[in-house]
């Protein structure tokens, strides 16, 4: 059974930082792309960023490029999600997810985490 544990949301200052971090178990770690997504209310869940198994691509919604900045530790079976200069905007519940790599090109991951409270203030 493949479980995902977020972490690192919270309150935060507009400008300012967090790092979400999700633990992974039940498989093969690198063998599978992870993703970042994310929910506000009354909006639909939409795609943040996601990474292929070895790191060796990443991509971005437009929204957040140049501010976030995904990475992962095999060894640790963890993804971060850097988040910097953070906006109002960026208020949402996070979730991890994981799948083949095409869930970085808009296929649904095969697991998600429970999410992670990110709120902004102005």
């Known amino acids: 059974q493949v479980q995902l544990v977020e972490s690192g949301g919270g309150l935060v200052q507009a400008g300012g930082s967090l790092r979400l971090s999700c633990v992974a178990s039940?498989?093969?770690?690198?063998?599978?792309?992870m993703a970042w997504f994310r929910q506000a209310p009354g909006k639909e869940r939409e795609f943040v960023s996601g990474?292929?198994?070895?790191?060796?691509?990443?991509n971005y919604a437009d929204s957040v490029k140049g501010r976030f900045t995904i990475s992962r530790d095999n060894a640790e079976n963890t993804v971060y999600l850097q988040m910097n200069s953070l906006k109002p905007e960026d208020t949402a519940v996070y979730y991890c997810?994981?799948?083949?790599?095409?869930?970085?090109?808009?296929?649904?991951?095969?697991?998600w985490g429970q999410g992670t409270q990110v709120t902004v203030s102005s």
């Open positions: 997810a994981t799948g083949w790599a095409s869930i970085l090109a808009g296929d649904l991951p095969d697991y």
């Open positions: 039940g498989r093969t770690f690198s063998s599978y792309a």
């Open positions: 990474i292929t198994g070895l790191s060796e691509y990443s």
